[in-house]
């Protein structure tokens, strides 16, 4: 390894670290929503616990959601070669994003009955994702993308997640408890692209 390569790994290497840790802290803040008033008897207690059945969905669909997104990232940033300037600072408003998701989530919990909380969710999830396609296309333009990856697989699980998030935000006007419905169909897109995008690289069998 040349010492102009070990510089680009050690780069990369804080980048991904700082990303890392953006996504660990947010998916931790989501937890301390999560409580219950001190000084209970025993009735006030169990009353207590019942009503966080709101705020535990709640939690639940957001640290899902932020696994899945930290998971996408760990994998566009695996068929990155290398990562230049312009991907590393669109990565940087990206993970204010990620940083700044616990309050949509938040609110989701708290106020999953009306539209703009599922509306600020659902959008501040698609601008992570929109942000992913950026870096995509940088990185394809500029030549570090992995040689060899069909556009379908490397945009196509960002922008099956925007279109998901998106429907879901009219949704909301009609039906706020039942817009995030739209979410779980993100779970058979994403594995019909995983399995266009393993069918690629095994490629056409020999005759």
């Given at each position: 390894m040349t010492v102009e390569e070990d510089d680009d790994w050690g780069q990369d290497g804080r980048v991904l670290a700082l990303s890392d840790g953006v996504f660990a802290i947010a998916a931790t803040l989501l937890a301390l929503d999560i409580r219950v008033p001190e000084g209970l008897d025993t009735r006030g207690l169990h009353d207590a616990l019942r009503g966080l059945a709101?705020?535990?969905?709640?939690?639940?669909?957001?640290?899902?959601?932020?696994?899945?997104?930290?998971?996408?990232?760990?994998?566009?940033?695996?068929?990155?070669?290398?990562?230049?300037?312009?991907?590393?600072?669109?990565?940087?408003?990206?993970?204010?994003?990620?940083a700044l998701l616990p309050f949509p989530s938040s609110l989701l919990a708290d106020y999953g009955d009306e539209p703009v909380a599922v509306i600020g969710y659902a959008a501040s999830v698609s601008m992570i994702c929109a942000l992913q396609l950026v870096i995509v296309a940088l990185a394809r333009r500029t030549g570090t993308f992995r040689a060899g990856k069909q556009a379908l697989p490397a945009y196509g699980p960002s922008a099956v997640t925007i279109v998901g998030f998106v429907v879901s935000m009219p949704l909301a006007l009609l039906s706020p408890r039942w817009a995030p419905a739209c979410w779980l169909l993100l779970i058979p897109a994403h594995a019909i692209i995983n399995r266009i995008e393993k069918r690629g690289d095994r490629g056409p069998r020999a005759s």
């Open positions: 709101p705020g535990l969905t709640g939690y639940a669909i957001a640290f899902l959601v932020i696994g899945v997104l930290w998971l996408g990232h760990r994998e566009l940033f695996g068929d990155i070669r290398r990562v230049e300037p312009a991907v590393a600072w669109v990565n940087v408003v990206l993970l204010g994003f990620v």
